[in-house]
């Protein structure tokens, strides 16, 4: 009798373990990670105030902008749009408070991760100091390093025996696919001159390529042709708390 019981007990319990996994396995789905953005800048213009003011939605934060790394992280609001913006009185109600646009960058819903690069105006143009550049950061991993051609020139870079060209107001990305460690590459950064029609040296070195650190490299036109700007912003890991949680 007590053989019958325990067989009928094993069966119970064998019957039942299935039925428990396939409660749990179909409970509730993990959520994925919000949607975030970086600022990152060529320079600032005189007179802004840093930190600053970011908008989303209703909500406003402060947020500073190092002119050598990326910001803090900004979650991004469900329309995608993200302002720096400057209280003022409202002339109209003193006692209340009015928002300038200084800059104004609109995320595509696709995009999980972006950078948003200001670029100031050469003169302000109403309220607006900026000019907003969005890069998806999707294909930008630990040791990467991006290079964003605002120049009218070809730009072109050698990592060791790698080369990375770079086509006037477009992005590329060298992808250090096989980093597990700081190593050291030497890294040569060239300009194609419109008026020489050939390539010239910008500027050579080595650098240290680590796992836990991205760095995004931005060349800007100079004051006179042939003359060529680099503005280098890193861009560490892991990921900080979001501004606007």
């Not at 064998?14 to 179909?26: I, K, M």
């Not at 209340?96 to 670029?119: F, M, S, T």
């Not at 650098?207 to 931005?218: A, D, F, S």
């Amino acid at each position: 009798m007590m053989i019958k019981a325990f067989c009928y007990f094993c069966f119970f319990l064998f019957g039942v373990l299935p039925l428990t996994a396939q409660v749990d396995s179909g409970g509730i789905k993990p959520r994925k990670p919000g949607r975030v953005a970086w600022f990152a800048c060529t320079s600032l213009p005189k007179g802004f105030e840093n930190p600053c003011k970011v908008m989303t939605d209703k909500s406003v934060a402060e947020l500073e902008i190092p002119r050598y790394m990326a910001s803090d992280p900004v979650k991004i609001p469900k329309d995608g749009i993200i302002r720096i913006v400057r209280e003022v009185p409202d002339p109209d109600e003193p006692e209340k408070i009015k928002y300038l646009v200084l800059a104004e960058a609109k995320i595509p819903g696709n995009v999980r991760q972006a950078l948003i690069v200001l670029i100031p105006l050469p003169e302000p143009r109403g309220d607006l100091l900026f000019t907003a550049m969005v890069q998806d950061l999707a294909r930008f991993k630990g040791g990467d390093r991006m290079f964003i051609n605002l120049s009218n020139t070809d730009i072109r870079v050698k990592l060791g025996s790698t080369k990375v060209l770079v086509a006037p107001k477009k992005v590329n990305i060298y992808q250090a696919t096989k980093l597990t460690k700081p190593t050291n590459v030497p890294i040569m950064y060239e300009f194609y001159h419109p008026d020489h029609k050939k390539w010239r040296l910008l500027t050579a070195s080595t650098v240290v390529l680590r796992p836990t650190r991205r760095e995004i490299n931005i060349f800007n036109e100079g004051t006179r042709i042939g003359n060529i700007r680099k503005h280098k912003v890193l861009f560490p890991l892991p990921i900080k708390k979001t501004v606007m949680d």
